[in-house]
């Protein structure tokens, strides 16, 4: 009997004790993508303040941490290192001092670092020396060395927290070639992202045996550039055709998303991207319910965190007083002066002063015959009277070089006729709107309420044109003549001045638009600078001291019955005017 009793007693202790084994442990994988320089609370451009930027990052980080002491992983996605003056400075001016992106990076204690599109155009002297200082790995499984055929990056890294072992792939667009002259990533080349995965996965599986597998990829969810080789952004495709990735952290298209998908062997993927400019992040919180180390379950949730009005972490700020105050000495210098105030504002409906100014200085610099530019930033503003260093980035967004290119007149009116079809709606109404706008897109970064990226909406200067938005693709541009009234030949070879994105294939208005072959697109290029586009508009803006910025009235859009009106409805919809 006893015997009996003292064995019912064990069986029913055996679950108590099975049972108070078992723990349960909460990570946080924090996430931060395309930040572009918004490191401090300051704007250096608008000279305002900013709202998050990684000094509020930094405070909510510290609480998280303080919370759950062994439980953070904090990951940067990429597009660090352009944006905002500091970066240029630091980039360009001050290259002996360890790079500001890396000394916040430092400083926060992130994890680990992936590769954007951006900061691979700053160039092999500044992003190397920048990986280098960096105190955590730079990730990039699909970054290849042509020599070695090896990645020229960490493909991954595996971080361990509370006995629990997360493993990150990182990756980046393979698109980099279609924007960036090669000089930038000599040496490179750029892996599909969906064959690299699975490569990676099998790798990480196999050696590391992870209990959790996060994607940090520097590519969107989906869409953007496709050909033969590659896809643009293939977060989503990757998610659900790449079986392993418990998570996919993602960016480069400036869009808030937190959803999920299913994979091929029918579990659910968390795909998470908190936009740009250190508005947001992501916290993906992991609970796994383990024994020893025998995992039972896990829980994935992720979530968009709004830092925008969080507190400034007053440590981080002092730390980095004196970096600020420098670069505030340097971007506040003045260059030159303008009697008139513009902005970008005017550039989606018609001939602007803004637009204007970039195309005339263009064809200043390079003594081009046409000028092509599309407005960089959505609603900027130069305001007259003095213009300092920062301002330039207000005129001039990106490190871009300037070229000069030979275009035949039907390849000039094909890159027009491709531009417009992005820009503006073919009307069939005195009712519709004249632009193509997206209401979905209202809160995108780099859309604003259009359908398509405005830094693709190319104007021209030194001809003269109109936009009929009643016809169709193709029979939209009429390009009357040159702007000094000579005659423009469909079949005459003309010298046009573009920066090096448009140049090497960007936004496809060379490609598809003009048929121009990718591979023929050096061929054209006739003369480059050696400094990018800013630092020439500021050393002409120098030399002419005052500007007096006007349209240049070469093009508008026609019938003016139905445009004027639209554009004035399309007007106060998309700036509230």
Same mark, same amino acid.
């Given at each position: 009997?006893?015997?009996?009793?003292?064995?019912?007693?064990?069986?029913?202790?055996?679950?108590?004790?099975?049972?108070?084994?078992?723990?349960?442990?909460?990570?946080?994988?924090?996430?931060?993508?395309?930040?572009?320089?918004?490191?401090?609370?300051?704007?250096?451009?608008?000279?305002?303040?900013?709202?998050?930027?990684?000094?509020?990052?930094?405070?909510?980080?510290?609480?998280?941490?303080?919370?759950?002491?062994?439980?953070?992983?904090?990951?940067?996605?990429?597009?660090?290192?352009?944006?905002?003056?500091?970066?240029?400075?630091?980039?360009?001016?001050?290259?002996?001092?360890?790079?500001?992106?890396?000394?916040?990076?430092?400083?926060?204690?992130?994890?680990?670092?992936?590769?954007?599109?951006?900061?691979?155009?700053?160039?092999?002297?500044?992003?190397?020396?920048?990986?280098?200082?960096?105190?955590?790995?730079?990730?990039?499984?699909?970054?290849?060395?042509?020599?070695?055929?090896?990645?020229?990056?960490?493909?991954?890294?595996?971080?361990?927290?509370?006995?629990?072992?997360?493993?990150?792939?990182?990756?980046?667009?393979?698109?980099?070639?279609?924007?960036?002259?090669?000089?930038?990533?000599?040496?490179?080349?750029?892996?599909?992202?969906?064959?690299?995965?699975?490569?990676?996965?099998?790798?990480?599986?196999?050696?590391?045996?992870?209990?959790?597998?996060?994607?940090?990829?520097?590519?969107?969810?989906?869409?953007?550039?496709?050909?033969?080789?590659?896809?643009?952004?293939?977060?989503?495709?990757?998610?659900?055709?790449?079986?392993?990735?418990?998570?996919?952290?993602?960016?480069?298209?400036?869009?808030?998303?937190?959803?999920?998908?299913?994979?091929?062997?029918?579990?659910?993927?968390?795909?998470?991207?908190?936009?740009?400019?250190?508005?947001?992040?992501?916290?993906?919180?992991?609970?796994?319910?383990?024994?020893?180390?025998?995992?039972?379950?896990?829980?994935?949730?992720?979530?968009?965190?709004?830092?925008?009005?969080?507190?400034?972490?007053?440590?981080?700020?002092?730390?980095?007083?004196?970096?600020?105050?420098?670069?505030?000495?340097?971007? $506040?210098?003045? %260059?030159?002066?303008? @009697?008139? +105030?513009? /902005?970008?504002?005017?550039?989606?409906? *018609?001939?602007?002063?803004? &637009?204007?100014?970039?195309?005339?200085?263009?064809?200043?610099?390079?003594?081009?015959?046409?000028?092509?530019?599309?407005?960089?930033?959505?609603?900027?503003?130069?305001?007259?009277?003095?213009?300092?260093?920062?301002?330039?980035?207000?005129?001039?967004?990106?490190?871009?070089?300037?070229?000069?290119?030979?275009?035949?007149?039907?390849?000039?009116?094909?890159?027009?006729?491709?531009?417009?079809?992005?820009?503006?709606?073919?009307?069939?109404?005195? $009712?519709?709107? %004249?632009?193509?706008? @997206?209401? +979905?897109? /209202?809160?995108?970064?780099?859309?604003? *309420?259009?359908?398509?990226? &405005?830094?693709?909406?190319?104007?021209?200067?030194?001809?003269?044109?109109?936009?009929?938005?009643?016809?169709?693709?193709?029979?939209?541009?009429?390009?009357?003549?040159?702007?000094?009234?000579?005659?423009?030949?469909?079949?005459?070879?003309?010298?046009?001045?573009?920066?090096?994105?448009?140049?090497?294939?960007?936004?496809?208005?060379?490609?598809?638009?003009?048929?121009?072959?990718?591979?023929?697109?050096?061929?054209?290029?006739?003369?480059?600078?050696?400094?990018?586009?800013?630092?020439?508009?500021?050393?002409?803006?120098?030399?002419?001291?005052?500007?007096?910025?006007?349209?240049?009235?070469?093009?508008?859009?026609?019938?003016?019955?139905?445009?004027?009106?639209?554009?004035?409805?399309?007007?106060?919809?998309?700036?509230?005017?």
């Amino acid at each position: 009997m006893k015997r009996t009793a003292l064995l019912l007693t064990i069986c029913l202790l055996i679950p108590a004790i099975m049972q108070a084994k078992k723990e349960t442990v909460t990570l946080h994988i924090i996430e931060t993508s395309d930040v572009h320089g918004c490191f401090f609370p300051w704007d250096f451009i608008n000279k305002q303040p900013m709202k998050g930027t990684l000094a509020r990052l930094s405070t909510y980080v510290s609480n998280v941490r303080r919370e759950n002491p062994d439980g953070v992983i904090l990951l940067e996605n990429g597009d660090i290192l352009q944006g905002q003056p500091i970066n240029y400075f630091y980039n360009y001016i001050n290259t002996e001092k360890t790079n500001i992106a890396a000394q916040c990076i430092n400083y926060l204690k992130y994890d680990a670092q992936n590769w954007g599109n951006h900061d691979t155009e700053t160039g092999h002297p500044c992003y190397d020396k920048w990986g280098k200082e960096v105190n955590a790995p730079v990730l990039g499984a699909n970054v290849i060395d042509r020599k070695t055929g090896k990645p020229y990056l960490k493909p991954y890294t595996v971080i361990e927290r509370q006995g629990i072992r997360v493993a990150v792939i990182g990756m980046i667009t393979p698109a980099i070639p279609n924007w960036l002259t090669e000089d930038l990533w000599s040496g490179l080349e750029f892996q599909d992202m969906v064959a690299c995965a699975r490569q990676w996965v099998e790798t990480v599986k196999k050696e590391e045996k992870p209990d959790l597998i996060i994607g940090l990829f520097h590519a969107g969810l989906n869409g953007g550039i496709s050909t033969t080789g590659y896809e643009e952004d293939a977060s989503e495709r990757v998610a659900k055709e790449v079986p392993g990735f418990d998570a996919i952290l993602f960016g480069h298209d400036h869009r808030v998303y937190n959803g999920r998908v299913r994979n091929t062997d029918n579990k659910e993927v968390v795909l998470c991207n908190p936009a740009s400019n250190a508005q947001n992040a992501v916290d993906v919180t992991v609970t796994i319910t383990r024994d020893g180390k025998k995992i039972f379950s896990k829980t994935i949730e992720g979530n968009i965190i709004d830092i925008r009005d969080m507190d400034i972490d007053a440590g981080f700020m002092e730390h980095f007083a004196k970096d600020i105050e420098e670069v505030k000495q340097w971007a $506040d210098r003045k %260059i030159g002066t303008t @009697d008139k +105030t513009i /902005t970008t504002r005017d550039c989606f409906f *018609g001939s602007s002063a803004f &637009t204007d100014l970039v195309h005339n200085l263009q064809m200043s610099i390079t003594g081009a015959d046409i000028s092509f530019n599309a407005p960089l930033t959505f609603n900027t503003t130069l305001a007259k009277g003095d213009i300092t260093v920062a301002d330039m980035f207000k005129l001039y967004k990106f490190e871009n070089q300037l070229y000069t290119m030979m275009l035949s007149g039907e390849e000039v009116k094909k890159h027009l006729e491709m531009s417009y079809d992005m820009w503006v709606n073919t009307m069939t109404s005195p $009712d519709d709107h %004249i632009m193509m706008l @997206d209401n +979905t897109s /209202t809160g995108d970064n780099q859309r604003s *309420g259009f359908k398509n990226m &405005t830094f693709n909406f190319d104007s021209a200067a030194g001809i003269i044109y109109t936009v009929d938005v009643t016809k169709p693709y193709g029979q939209k541009v009429n390009i009357i003549s040159m702007a000094d009234g000579t005659p423009f030949d469909l079949k005459k070879m003309y010298k046009v001045a573009v920066n090096s994105y448009r140049g090497n294939g960007g936004g496809e208005l060379l490609t598809r638009g003009a048929e121009i072959p990718k591979k023929k697109l050096e061929e054209r290029i006739i003369a480059r600078t050696e400094h990018d586009q800013r630092w020439y508009l500021m050393k002409e803006i120098e030399r002419l001291g005052t500007i007096s910025p006007e349209p240049n009235g070469n093009w508008q859009f026609i019938p003016e019955e139905w445009t004027k009106p639209a554009i004035e409805r399309d007007r106060r919809l998309i700036f509230g005017e």
